[in-house]
């Protein structure tokens, strides 16, 4: 079903990721695909879970709250596939003082962040990105409205 589509998963952060899971009916859907990851200890993780599950997968060193790793990675992404067809976009992050306590507490920098990381990285990118058109599949129903609207306000070609 998914033979000759390409697409890049940004958030595998274990096998127990949702990112993984989905990375796995992809792969068994017949996707090529690439993989970010955030430092050393991220690298390993998905280094060891592509091995033997999907051996000669790319894998791309990519801080998403850095706009110059995010966007090498789309040239590097870009350069080995021609197109992208999709971006799974599972990454979820806020500041560890954010994690604990009461919601009311959060500092206003903390939910900031979390909204940047969590949500606006794949969105933005999806749409003033070079490759594509494609999908972009989100994990959770505020950030599938919100990009939808975006997408519809820019006449954007992509489908949720």
């Known amino acids: 079903m998914l033979q000759n589509k390409s697409g890049i998963i940004f958030g ?5 990721s949702i990112a993984w899971a989905t990375a796995q009916a992809l792969h068994e859907a017949g996707a090529r695909l690439a993989f ?20 000669g997968s790319l ?17 590097r992404v870009g350069k080995e596939f021609g197109r992208l067809d ?13 994690l ?17 990381v969590s949500a606006r990285t794949g969105s933005q990118r999806l749409l003033a990105g070079p490759v594509g058109p494609g999908s972009c599949p989100t994990n959770d129903r505020w950030r599938q409205h919100r ?4 997408l519809w306000r820019r006449k954007s070609h992509c489908r949720l």
């Not at 595998?12 to 127990?16: P, S």
């Not at 970010?36 to 599950?53: H, I, M, W």
């Not at 990009?147 to 975006?150: K, N, P, S």
């Open 59 to 75: 894998l791309l060193p990519c801080d998403v709250t850095k706009q110059e790793e995010v966007d090498e990675t789309f040239q």
């Open 100 to 116: 604990g306590g009461e919601y009311l507490d959060t500092s206003r920098e903390a939910f900031l962040t979390a909204l940047e």
């Open 147 to 150: 990009l939808h609207d975006l």
């Open 86 to 98: 999709f971006l799974i976009h599972s990454i979820a992050y806020a500041p560890r003082e954010a």
């Open 36 to 55: 970010t990851y955030q430092g050393d200890r991220l690298k390993e993780n998905v280094e060891s879970l592509t091995k033997d599950a999907m051996p």
């Open 12 to 16: 595998v952060a274990n096998k127990r």
